[in-house]
């Protein structure tokens, strides 16, 4: 007596979760504008700064395939940030490995989020940002879960962030041979953990980071202030 077989359920795809402009625009219907979006890049790796963007976005002219900069492939993040800068307001700011030293990795990146909002060309009434922390902002502040995957102006401002700090990892690197920032931009990878051995620590790396300090022969060592710094694009 044969047995039938138990039929096999095949698991259901997911939606595809893509950030919609629905927060900004609900703002804008209630007369809240301008509105801006901010996120940072950066806070991993063991050398660099963590770069920081805010970006208010036109409604009128919304660059097509903006995502989380994660989900983008290298060509795709570099046109839309030209697209961007192109028809947006936007702002990046910068916390060196001084600071992140100084005040430790979160407190850096609130910091810098905080200054590339004040470095806007316009003063936004209503800032989203990616993650549980507000920041330190004259106006009123939203913070956003997954908000690159969720929220359009976030998403820009990760593309803004990513492409900014690539570009200066890349120009790290040619001032630095041989630490491949370049292909690792800073972070924990066997190429890097092995040029740390070699070389020693740069003066972009992160002293107060473990692998850095062992490097080093150090730990987390008093460090000066460093200026503020945002920048309009």
């Not at 409604?59 to 570099?78: A, M, V």
């Not at 316009?122 to 908000?147: A, F, H, N, Q, T």
């Not at 300090?213 to 150090?218: E, S």
């Amino acid at each position: 007596m044969s047995r039938k077989a138990t039929p096999v359920r095949l698991p259901l795809k997911e939606d595809i979760i893509r950030p919609s402009f629905r927060r900004e625009r609900t703002a804008y219907k209630r007369g809240i504008w301008p509105v801006a979006g901010c996120d940072e890049a950066g806070r991993g790796p063991l050398a660099g700064p963590v770069v920081a963007a805010a970006v208010v976005l036109d409604p009128q002219r919304i660059p097509r395939g903006l995502n989380d900069s994660k989900k983008l492939t290298h060509q795709e993040r570099e046109k839309l940030y030209g697209r961007i800068c192109a028809t947006a307001e936007v702002a990046v700011a910068f916390a060196s490995p001084a600071r992140i030293d100084r005040d430790n990795i979160l407190q850096a990146s609130l910091w810098a989020l905080a200054q590339a909002v004040a470095a806007l060309p316009c003063r936004p009434r209503l800032v989203y940002v990616d993650g549980r922390d507000r920041i330190k902002v004259p106006c009123d502040c939203e913070p956003v879960i997954s908000g690159d995957a969720l929220v359009l102006s976030i998403a820009a401002a990760s593309i803004v962030a990513k492409v900014t700090r690539d570009r200066l990892m890349m120009q790290i690197g040619a001032a630095h041979p041989g630490y491949g920032f370049e292909r690792h931009m800073g972070y924990s990878v066997p190429e890097h953990f092995a040029a740390l051995q070699r070389l020693g620590p740069t003066i972009h790396h992160r002293r107060s980071f473990s692998p850095v300090a062992i490097a080093d022969g150090l730990r987390a060592p008093p460090v000066a202030d460093d200026p503020a710094l945002g920048l309009p694009l």
